[in-house]
């Protein structure tokens, strides 16, 4: 073989791995953008704040209104369906300033400007499609999308939704990308601690890696009531392994009766917000950083919002 032929195989050789790098360069850019989300992960929104936990039947646009004069920084909704929520209808009621999701005569959800830029609309789903049809549906009257992956209950068993998708934690990874990847509003999540504390950790790693901007943690397993203390070093270690912030929560029957202890609270968890079920139903205005109110008072005000 002459000096020119061996040249020109040499050549060849050279431009095809130069090629196959640059395939390869290209599948990484492909990965890259497919992987990166419509916006940034707008994490700071979650920082410092005090927030009305997602509670069913409850979390309805009174006690958030209520909430939020109380001082709450951000309104969690009760669990709303993708299954149910994609099939809603939105209306503007202009007489009373409210749009309606209607699904048949029923407003699955309800809300105002007045919490337009504070309300997080909570979601139970098992489907990642389904997910983003109902969370697109919604997505301009909401602050943010979250989903919920700490219910317990026998209808989450059921459904095979909320903390019954901890040990699926494949599919909790696909509906936090899918949703990040496709919506204009942030998402976070709401979970349990697992039995385990490494796999909660390993868990926690892997929904951060979705570019969600937040994370609730309930510091409770799922077969713990409210009779078990809370997880507080867990909460901290979760804090410890990511770094969006950690929403702690749990913490209404233990050690929150006034705005104080909500503080107190987020520093025993090392956390950077705190979000409050059972202490506000007990009095919603345990927001106020003036101290609560009479119970009476609380009542009269609730009366004002709805009538
Ligand atoms: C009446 C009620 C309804 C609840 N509904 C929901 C819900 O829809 N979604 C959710 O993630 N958690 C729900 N939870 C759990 C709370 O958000 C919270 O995780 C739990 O009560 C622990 O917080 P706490 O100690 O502040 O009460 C509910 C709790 C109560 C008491």
Known sequence: MGFLNVLHIKLRQQTVVKLQACIRLLKKLEDICLSSPLQPAQSNLYEGK???APMVKLGRLPMRLLALKYGADLV???EIFSQQL??????KDDRLGLVNFTCGDFHLFQTCAAERKKVILQMGT?????ALEAAKLVQNDVLGIDVNFGCPTPNAELSQTGAFLLNRPDLVVQILRKLVNNLSVPVTCKIRVLPDIKETLELVRRIESTGVSALGVHGRLRVERRNVAVRVNEIKAITEAVSIPVIANGGSLEYIN???????FREKTNSLSV???QSAIKNTSVFRKNGVLPIHK???DYVTLVS
Request: glycine share 0%.
């Open 275 to 277: 979000m409050v079920a």
């Open 50 to 52: 005090v927030i009305l």
């Open 126 to 130: 098992n489907d990642p499609d389904e």
């Open 86 to 91: 994609k099939h809603c209808t939105r209306t």
């Open 298 to 300: 609380v009542i009269q």
């Open 76 to 78: 969690y909704t009760d």
């Open 258 to 264: 006034t705005f104080d202890d909500i503080i107190h």
